[in-house]
């Protein structure tokens, strides 16, 4: 078994290097497309320390840098689960053949 702090430090790491991916994928396309600004949501906007590297990055650059308030940035993982067991409760489990992708899905 792995020390808390061994733990610990994987996570910082592993967090580090996805940051690094992030922000560099991000301000490669805002070149590309001369973006004016950059503006971060989702989940993954909640991390304060993306949030801070970003918004670093894009001062530097003369950048503006929007992001909603972390509250708002939350992952709808748990909202699609939930809607997927009130359809298993009210239709029972389904076998599926095929399965297409249909974004505007009524729930």
């Known amino acids: 078994r792995e020390s808390p702090e061994y733990i610990s430090e994987m996570a910082?790491?592993?967090?580090?290097?996805?940051?690094?991916?992030?922000?560099?994928?991000?301000?490669?396309?805002?070149?590309?497309?001369?973006?004016?600004?950059?503006?971060?949501?989702?989940?993954v906007g909640a991390n304060t320390l993306l949030r801070d590297t970003l918004s670093l990055e894009?001062?530097?650059?003369?950048?503006?840098?929007?992001?909603?308030?972390?509250?708002?940035?939350?992952?709808?993982?748990?909202?699609?689960?939930?809607?997927g067991y009130a359809t298993w409760l009210r239709s029972g489990p389904r076998k599926y053949n095929r399965i297409e992708a249909d974004p505007n899905l009524r729930l």
């Open 12 to 43: 910082k790491e592993i967090q580090n290097a996805i940051i690094e991916v992030l922000v560099s994928k991000t301000l490669r396309a805002a070149h590309r497309h001369s973006a004016k600004a950059i503006i971060l949501g989702g989940g």
């Open 58 to 83: 894009a001062k530097k650059l003369g950048m503006r840098f929007l992001a909603a308030p972390r509250e708002l940035c939350t992952d709808n993982g748990a909202m699609i689960a939930v809607a």
